[in-house]
């Protein structure tokens, strides 16, 4: 456990502003979470002794145990008599959990990352798009439409591009009206804003709008093979275009390029 004090400890500026902003038993679940998400617990290894853990990370025994709770409502550890709180296998961990979302963020090189995202996006985006435009109401096409205008209203201001672009990925997912799609879109705001701010830097942007908008059209004109036929068009020049961009940088922030 002494690599869960160096890391707490000696976290970057923004994770210290992150922490200091949580109450005591979220901060510990931060900690605890992305100790074991790192590696720095094992699966099938024992958290140590209550006690010990509150006197290493100087909180109460009422604070532990929130935060012990709500890594078990995530699938990452397990509790039992005489056995003591056991690491859980990632097979078991509720990946979509915006936290755990977060923390895997955080340990993944960024090719990695960026891999994995694409791998699920290329699974489901084009069928979401293709639901979507069969299901979608006329308040979901205003929305899809909003996001769209104001991909193009943000210029070259990187920032509003990238928080356009996620609004407009997950209301298509939200759009479908299937709600085994929507924990998909909503995990987008978390788990594609890094990709997207990777790509966000490239000089490709006028084609991608022009990308959005025709799969925003094929949606709003109930087109579903073509809305599947442009999001995959969309994403495999997407995955093109960050491949290129980050070919071109030795490093990332967070990355192990």
Same mark, same amino acid.
């Given at each position: 456990?002494?690599?869960?004090?160096?890391?707490?400890?000696?976290?970057?500026?923004?994770?210290?502003?992150?922490?200091?902003?949580?109450?005591?038993?979220?901060?510990?679940?931060?900690?605890?979470?992305?100790?074991?998400?790192?590696?720095?617990?094992?699966?099938?290894?024992?958290?140590?002794?209550?006690?010990?853990?509150?006197?290493?990370?100087?909180?109460?025994?009422? +604070? &532990?145990?929130? /935060?012990?709770?709500?890594? #078990? $409502?995530?699938?990452?550890? %397990?509790?039992?008599?005489? !056995?003591?709180?056991?690491?859980?296998?990632?097979?078991?961990?509720?990946?979509?959990?915006?936290?755990?979302?977060?923390?895997?963020?955080?340990?993944?090189?960024?090719?990695?990352?960026?891999?994995?995202?694409?791998?699920?996006?290329?699974?489901?985006?084009?069928?979401?798009?293709?639901?979507?435009?069969?299901?979608?109401?006329?308040?979901?096409?205003?929305?899809?439409?909003?996001?769209?205008? +104001? &991909?193009?209203? /943000?210029?070259?201001?990187? #920032? $509003?591009?990238?928080?356009? %672009?996620?609004?407009?990925? !997950?209301?298509?997912?939200?759009?479908?009206?299937?709600?085994?799609?929507?924990?998909?879109?909503?995990?987008?705001?978390?788990?594609?804003?890094?990709?997207?701010?990777?790509?966000?830097?490239?000089?490709?942007?006028?084609?991608?709008?022009?990308?959005?908008?025709?799969?925003?059209?094929?949606?709003?004109?109930?087109?579903?093979?073509?809305?599947?036929?442009?999001?995959?068009?969309?994403?495999?020049?997407?995955?093109?275009?960050?491949?290129?961009?980050? $070919?071109?940088?030795?490093?990332?922030?967070?990355?192990? !390029?």
């Amino acid at each position: 456990m002494t690599a869960i004090n160096n890391h707490t400890t000696n976290h970057s500026s923004s994770r210290a502003v992150f922490l200091a902003n949580r109450n005591p038993h979220m901060r510990v679940h931060d900690q605890l979470g992305l100790a074991i998400v790192r590696g720095d617990l094992a699966p099938g290894e024992a958290l140590p002794a209550e006690l010990q853990l509150c006197e290493m990370l100087g909180v109460s025994r009422t +604070a &532990m145990r929130e /935060a012990v709770r709500g890594l #078990a $409502a995530k699938g990452l550890i %397990d509790s039992r008599p005489k !056995r003591g709180t056991i690491v859980r296998d990632p097979a078991h961990w509720n990946h979509l959990d915006p936290d755990v979302l977060r923390w895997r963020i955080e340990v993944f090189d960024v090719e990695t990352y960026v891999s994995k995202m694409f791998q699920l996006r290329r699974a489901t985006e084009p069928e979401a798009a293709a639901i979507a435009a069969v299901a979608a109401t006329g308040e979901d096409h205003a929305t899809i439409q909003a996001a769209f205008k +104001a &991909m193009v209203d /943000a210029g070259d201001d990187n #920032a $509003a591009w990238v928080d356009a %672009d996620l609004a407009f990925h !997950r209301s298509i997912y939200l759009a479908t009206h299937n709600e085994f799609f929507w924990p998909i879109g909503q995990l987008f705001s978390i788990g594609l804003r890094q990709m997207f701010e990777i790509a966000a830097l490239g000089s490709h942007r006028p084609r991608a709008v022009r990308e959005h908008g025709d799969l925003c059209r094929a949606i709003v004109a109930r087109s579903p093979d073509q809305a599947r036929h442009l999001a995959l068009k969309l994403l495999g020049n997407a995955s093109g275009d960050i491949d290129r961009i980050m $070919a071109s940088c030795r490093h990332w922030p967070g990355g192990k !390029r």
